[in-house]
């Protein structure tokens, strides 16, 4: 079994900053990348960010310049710092991982978090 533990939520003002933190453990092979999802009230989740193992890293457009994902991989940990915060960034973000278990190394799962809430509002 896979845990995802999310932490950094919170209260912003608009212009603030906040940092997530996620981090995996319990029956994991190895992982291929994590990531964030936000999902707003009435909307679809989606996309934030997501990073490689190897380091490669992928953004939703919109958020490209305000949004940083990192990744400590001996810690199995990911990071996303989010700068000029918006109201618009209102919504739970998400964990998630892609990875494998000692039980099935050949096979990807995806694992989820239990979420954590961004809200911006001043």
């Known amino acids: 079994q896979v845990q995802l533990v999310e932490s950094g939520g919170g209260l912003v003002q608009p212009g603030g900053s906040l940092r997530l933190s996620c981090a995996a453990s319990g029956s994991i092979f190895s992982i291929d990348a994590m990531g964030w999802y936000r999902q707003a009230p009435g909307k679809q989740r989606e996309l934030v960010a997501r990073i490689t193992t190897g380091g490669t890293t992928d953004y939703a457009d919109s958020l490209k310049g305000r949004f940083t994902i990192s990744r400590d991989n001996a810690k199995n940990t990911v990071y996303l710092q989010m700068n000029s915060l918006k109201p618009d960034d209102t919504a739970v973000y998400y964990c998630?991982?892609?990875?494998?278990?000692?039980?099935?190394?050949?096979?990807?799962?995806?694992?989820w978090g239990q979420g954590t809430q961004v809200t911006v509002s001043s």
């Open positions: 998630n991982v892609l990875g494998r278990s000692p039980s099935s190394p050949r096979s990807l799962s995806a694992y």
